[in-house]
């Protein structure tokens, strides 16, 4: 029995010393983007460079082609290294960038070949593979991508990439057990996956493996050193590979990464309102008499013919519309008929011009199957004294008709919005670090915020200063905050000046400033002791403590582990987690990865997509805050991201919630590329069904506590102060009244004392 333990600890002593002997795929990115460490790029394509190969053979079946496109996918690695915040495996990445590339080449072909009119063919070429072999491979790719990343991982790992359990342990930085309890999870759910569609697991594996072997014998010998030599290279590359990373770069973000890899993807407040962003996209209208004579292809630029058209934007507008719809009808859950997009729009564009509709639209609408004949049918009802402005106005009130007959909120945004957005959710924004608020009483703008240890505040800004100047521009009645805000706005570390003064005074100061990335904290405490430090005791004799979960982005699941750490080390025996005033940012995954932290194994909830096809959501037995009571504070929340915790909370019987019923629609939305390469557009994809199936949306609390009016506004203002670094002068933090929170402490006091569920 002894020389059994003793085997167990040598195990695991070997165990940990291999694991700190072998770098992470994050280590070894860490040292390539730090010194270009050629040694350190080539061990990660050695480590992967099957499992891309396999990817892009699979789908691209030329050895040409997929050698171009496996190159594509590790300098798209190599020139993002240093920009993403990079778990300790790459490996999910690289398959969904590997499957986007190999998309790109197999489109670009059909392009040539339709144009040609001829089939492509190199010395290269290998056989084709018999239909059903390539059936099963993209059966397997699609379902594969349809998993939830902690089930895919392992299996592309294991089976696709040939490590074994022990190998993908380490390079995941799981347990032995973890892994291998995913791995089977995984391999059930995609087997019940590809059953629905007729297939069988051991079936597809195989194939699979088969052709990632025949692909590896006739793979170049010299790939490995010659990708890590693109990958390092000065220059950045040259030559196809180059031009497909080049292009997959374009218009990738890592949300459009994620819709690649179909994860699906909740709407994010972050971005605002889609028509707002549609419209502020609006390109400018040309000078009247230059219009182009023809509808352009989607994607292609419009040309253009002296006084052929009317009305400047008709084309591009029916341009837009035609891509939006083909996006509609092929991803949305329930799409709208064309007839009934066309129509709304006509309808909204009379309405706007004061038209009155006429009695044959619907009919004529009815006759609009291509492009070219919704283009002139805009111009059919485009008024003729339109000039300007005004066709602006009107274009905006046909988009806003078009993109509100389509059901669950679609939204279109534009590149830069969902970059931004993307780094909020990531954690990584790049500016100044300042909040922006109007103020009334003189015509500036004021910094309600300024974030800490961002450069704002390291520079000296202050909460309430005015903003006079803005390098050099003068910000004086400038009511438009998002104006401001692109003053601000800019590359990481470049420089930005603004004057300033508090209100009310005379003297200003100059804050010089670099643009940075800014740590925006969303889990804070009960009380800030210093900028970087909280007290989180609501009653300590209780051992109570308190969290207040501002926002569920990429980082909250990291944050919540140190808040744990040190409650633990505290004493602390229960605690509060406020969700009041949530805001969303993040998306399925992040609320996935927040709820699975939370909970003692169980199902979490499951999301019901197209052709009725469901993906479920299930914990591990690895929970935060293990053996303590949690009561969850709810309010009229709208986002999905925040009610699916408190969902899996309570269908768990992990936390009771207190207060008021969410306000959410249960909706899954996801993000797809337009084929301008520019803008994307959010469509409802799926819906959120509960782990409890008679409890649907939107959630409502265990214990009801409503807070009136004035209460309610005292909350919102002390919870957001809380993101202060220093409260303005003649100010506290004394929480106000909270019924809410007095009912909570109540039943947490209830509990400890006697060990009755709250």
Known sequence: MARDSVWVVVRRLSSVAARAATPTDRQLLERFSSSRDEEAFSALVSRHGRLVWGACWRVLRHAQDAEDACQATFLVLARRAGAV?????????????????????RNRNARNRARERQGHATSKEQPAPDAAVRELCAALDEELNRLPERYREPLLLCYLEGSTSDQAARQLGWSQRTLERRLAQGRELLRARLTRRGLTLSAVLLTAKLSCETALAAMPPDLTDATTALAVSPAGGSGAPAALADATL????????KVIASVVLLAAVALGGGHVLLKADTPQPPARGSA?????????PTG?????????????LANRMW????????????????????????????????AAVPDDLARRVAGVTKEAQLAALIRELWPDAARDEQDRKLEAAALDGFLDSIPGRAAVHTESQVKIAEQLRGNRYVGVGIQLTSYEKEPYPQIQIPFRRGPARVAGAKPG??????????AKDVRDLEKIVTWFRGEEGTAVTAVVRQPGATETRTLKMVRGVIPLDSVLGYRRTSEDEWHYRLDREAGIAYVWVKSIKSSTLHELRQVERRLRADGAKAVVLDLRFSAGEGNLHDVALVADSLLDGGFM???????????????????????????????????????????????????????????????????????DGKNTITVLTGRLVRAVKDRAWPVRPNHEVALDKDQRERVRK???????????????????????LERTLKELRKTLKDGVKP
């Open 250 to 257: 374009k218009g990738m973000t890592m949300w459009q990464s």
């Open 304 to 316: 253009a013919k002296k006084n052929a058209d009317p009305t400047p934007s008709a084309a591009s």
């Open 605 to 675: 909830w499951s999301v019901r997509g197209k052709d009725d096809q469901v993906s479920e959501y299930r914990a591990d037995r690895e929970a935060l805050f293990r053996g303590w009571p949690i009561v969850a504070l709810t309010n009229d929340i709208s986002d999905n991201c925040q009610a699916l915790l408190l969902a899996a909370l309570q269908d768990n019987n992990r936390a009771v919630l207190v207060g008021e019923p969410t306000n959410n629609d249960g909706l899954v939305r996801s993000r797809f590329q337009l084929p």
């Open 465 to 474: 200063d005015l903003i006079i100047e803005v390098d050099g521009k003068s």
């Open 292 to 300: 182009p004579d023809s509808a352009p292809k989607v994607g292609q």
């Open 718 to 740: 002390w919870l957001f102060e809380k993101e202060l670094p220093e409260l303005p002068a003649g100010t506290d933090d004394e929480p106000p009244e909270d019924p809410q």
């Open 85 to 105: 915040r990079w778990h300790d495996s790459v490996a999910n990445w690289l398959y969904g960038t590997a499957l986007r590339v190999s998309a790109e080449v």
């Open 323 to 354: 891509a939006v719809m083909d996006v509609v009808q092929e991803k949305h859950l329930d799409p709208p008929a064309r007839k009934d997009m066309v129509l709304a729009a006509a309808k909204s564009l009379l309405k706007a011009t004061g």
